[in-house]
């Protein structure tokens, strides 16, 4: 068995390892992206996120099937094994591109998207409404106070018809707050969206920087799967290498 082979096969076989553990991380990342958008779907009027996050946990669960198939296929040398083994790799990494530009374009329509929607969800605060519910958790968890600031709250129906006050949400410490612009020290000063925009930005960010690190190796996949067949047909037609 001359080098070329050795190499590649013990490439392909570190190769469905690190598949089985790259699709635990994909499955991982698609479900923190669901969980992400799940956690402010009331401010997002669109579901482009979720086809990227679906992409990658098939790819995620095709990654585990694959790492199996791989092994098998590389100690047994089975040409339709490799064939098989290629032309899923070449299906994932078509999903991984698929799931990066779904990503990429999702990015530049989350800030228009958030802006629209979350406008409309702060309008229908009225503290009993499954909006308001959103926006209480939001503003909480966040650490935000109305949509840009907290002086956005002035044209909603809540702030008019509650004495001038923002929702208590919106308070630092709810015991010495009054709700009241003109005590600013008691409330959170940051907007929500820009809180929410950086957040599902990061996300998709971080998502796609671990695809593109999963679609390299799988680059380094195809090659060795082609090396071992070119080799492996050469040798069963009767050819050798020729060492000087």
């Known amino acids: 068995m001359d080098c070329g082979i050795i190499t590649s096969k013990t490439v392909l076989l570190l190769l469905s390892l690190i598949f089985w553990a790259a699709g635990a991380a994909l499955a991982y990342v698609g479900a923190y992206i669901i969980r992400s958008y799940t956690n402010f779907e009331a401010f997002l009027e669109n579901k482009y996120v979720m086809i990227p996050a679906v992409i990658?946990?098939?790819?995620?669960?095709?990654?585990?099937?694959?790492?199996?198939?791989?092994?098998?296929?590389?100690?047994?040398?089975?040409?339709?094994?490799?064939?098989?083994?290629?032309?899923?790799?070449?299906?994932?990494?078509?999903?991984?591109?698929?799931?990066?530009?779904?990503?990429?374009?999702?990015?530049?329509k989350i800030t228009e998207d958030l802006k629209r929607s979350m406008n409309d969800v702060f309008m229908k605060y009225d503290g009993k409404n499954t909006e308001s519910v959103a926006v209480d958790h939001l503003q909480t968890q966040l650490q935000c106070c109305g949509v840009f600031n907290m002086s956005s709250w002035v044209p909603t129906p809540w702030y008019t018809s509650h004495n001038n006050t923002v929702p208590v949400s919106c308070c630092k410490n709810q015991t010495e707050c009054t709700g009241r612009l003109n005590q600013p020290q008691f409330l959170f000063t940051k907007g929500c969206q820009d809180q929410v925009d950086v957040l599902l930005q990061n996300v998709l960010s971080y998502s796609m920087l671990v695809i593109l690190g999963f679609a390299i190796i799988k680059v380094f996949g195809m090659l060795s799967v082609c090396v071992i067949t070119c080799r492996c047909n050469g040798r069963r037609n009767g050819y050798h290498p020729i060492y000087n």
């Open 56 to 108: 990658i946990i098939c790819v995620g669960v095709a990654m585990f099937l694959l790492g199996l198939l791989g092994c098998c296929a590389t100690m047994s040398e089975s040409k339709v094994g490799l064939g098989l083994f290629l032309f899923i790799i070449l299906a994932l990494f078509a999903g991984e591109v698929a799931a990066m530009t779904f990503c990429f374009i999702y990015q530049g």
